[in-house]
C-alpha cells in the first residue's frame, strides 16, 4: 500500500520546472472551428474586395490594393483603438483586456481572425500574379509581413489557457494599433494617383508622420512592455518565437 500510494503521490506531482503557462489548463469553452471560420470569412471579403475594386479601377490593380489595405487598417485600428481604450489595470503585467474582449468569441480574437484571413488572400494573390507573370509591386515585402504576421496572430487566435490569452490577446490588440498610420499611408497614395491639391497631399502626409511616430514606434514599446511583464504565463516556446517576431516587426518599421 505504500509503494502504491508513492506511485500515485509521484504521478500527482508537478514538474517544478514548469511556468505557469506549462501548468493552466486549457479553457475548454473556445471552438477552433469558428476561428477557422472567422480566418476564411476575412480572406472571401478580401477576395471579393479586391474583386470589386478592381473592377471599379478597370484594372488598376495598385488601387485595388491601396482600397482594399485602407479598409482593412481601418477595420483593425478601430477595434485595436477600442481595446485599447477598455485595458483595465491587471496585477501583473499593468493593463490587460476586459473578459467579454479577450474571449475567443469576443470581437478582438474575431478581428485577428478576419485579418489573417486578409493576409491570406493576399499571399494567394501574390501566387497567382507570380504564376501569371505579373507579381504585384512590393511582393517579396509584402510575404516576409504576412509570415511573421501569421506568427504573431496563431498563438494568439488559438492558444487558450486563459491568463497566457489574455496576456497574449492584450499585447496584440495593442500592436494592432500600428495599422493606424497605414490609413495614411494609403490614403496619400490614393490622392496621389487622384493628382489631388498640394496642400491636402500635404496634410494626409504630415498625418501619417505623427501617426507612424505614435502607433508604431512609441506604441510598440508600451506593447513590448506589457509582453514581458506577462513572460511568466506565456510558454517558454511561444514567448521566445514573438520575441523574435517583434525584434523583426520593428526592423520591417525602421
Not at 2 to 29: C, I, L, M, R, S
Not at 73 to 89: M, Q
Not at 189 to 196: A, D, I, W, Y
Request: hydrophobic residues 45%.
Amino acid at each position: 500500500m505504500t509503494g502504491w500510494n508513492n506511485d500515485v503521490t509521484g504521478a500527482n506531482q508537478e514538474d517544478p520546472e514548469k511556468t505557469f503557462a506549462e501548468k493552466e489548463p486549457a479553457d475548454e469553452e473556445e471552438e477552433p472551428m469558428s476561428k477557422i471560420r472567422a480566418i476564411a470569412v476575412g480572406a472571401g471579403a478580401a477576395m471579393i474586395s479586391y474583386g470589386a475594386a478592381d473592377t471599379f479601377a478597370q484594372g488598376d490593380s495598385s488601387f485595388a490594393e491601396d482600397v482594399v489595405d485602407l479598409m482593412h487598417s481601418a477595420y483593425t485600428s478601430k477595434v485595436a483603438i477600442s481595446g485599447i481604450a477598455s485595458l483595465e489595470p491587471h496585477s501583473e503585467h499593468t493593463v490587460a483586456l476586459p473578459p467579454p474582449l479577450s474571449r475567443g468569441r469576443g470581437p478582438v480574437v474575431r478581428m485577428f481572425c478576419h485579418s489573417l484571413g486578409y493576409f491570406l488572400a493576399d499571399v494567394l494573390l501574390i501566387l497567382f500574379g507570380g504564376l501569371s507573370g505579373s507579381l504585384p509591386s512590393m511582393w517579396a515585402g509584402r510575404l516576409i509581413h504576412h509570415v511573421i504576421q501569421t506568427c504573431a496572430n496563431t498563438p494568439c487566435i488559438f492558444r487558450t489557457k486563459p491568463s497566457e490569452a489574455l496576456a497574449l490577446r492584450s499585447v496584440l490588440c495593442i500592436a494592432y494599433f500600428a495599422e493606424f498610420s497605414n490609413i495614411f499611408l494609403r490614403l496619400s497614395n490614393l490622392l496621389r494617383r487622384r493628382k489631388s491639391p498640394a496642400r491636402v497631399l500635404q496634410a494626409v502626409n504630415v498625418a501619417l508622420l505623427s501617426s507612424f511616430g505614435v502607433s508604431r514606434l512609441a506604441n510598440f514599446f508600451f506593447a513590448v512592455r506589457i509582453f514581458w511583464q506577462a513572460k511568466d504565463r506565456i510558454h517558454p516556446q511561444i514567448f521566445k518565437m514573438l520575441t523574435t517576431i517583434q525584434v523583426s516587426g520593428y526592423l520591417l518599421n525602421l
